[in-house]
């Protein structure tokens, strides 16, 4: 069975720093895209990083500049740098696998003042 599981959230300070993993199983992960999406409370889960089997990367424009999205296919990880954070970025983070069926349970990011 297909797994993703998110890790690395946590409470930071505007400006502060985090970087988030997930670790994917059951699947052929260097075949595909991988990306990063995020769900505040009431709102639309929206997409924040994408990135192809071969490292080429995507990024909406609300986290351009700010934000790393990276891959490592002996691993099967795929991570997210977030920096300069802002409290607009305070959300749910997922990892997903681009038109699958699977969602990791989610890691919690909170930016507060």
């Known amino acids: 069975q297909v797994q993703l599981v998110e890790s690395g959230g946590g409470l930071v300070q505007p400006g502060g720093s985090l970087r988030l993993s997930c670790a994917a199983s059951?699947?052929?992960?260097?075949?595909?895209?991988m990306a990063w999406y995020r769900q505040a409370p009431g709102k639309e889960r929206e997409l924040v990083a994408t990135?192809?089997?071969?490292?080429?990367?995507n990024y909406a424009d609300s986290v351009k500049g700010r934000f790393t999205i990276s891959r490592d296919n002996v691993k099967n990880t795929v991570d997210l740098q977030m920096n300069s954070l802002k409290p607009e970025d305070t959300a749910v983070y997922y990892c997903?696998?681009?038109?699958?069926?699977?969602w990791g349970q989610g890691t919690q990011v909170t930016v507060s003042s």
């Open positions: 990135i192809t089997s071969f490292g080429v990367t």
């Open positions: 059951g699947m052929i992960f260097r075949r595909g895209s």
């Open positions: 997903h696998v681009p038109g699958g069926a699977y």
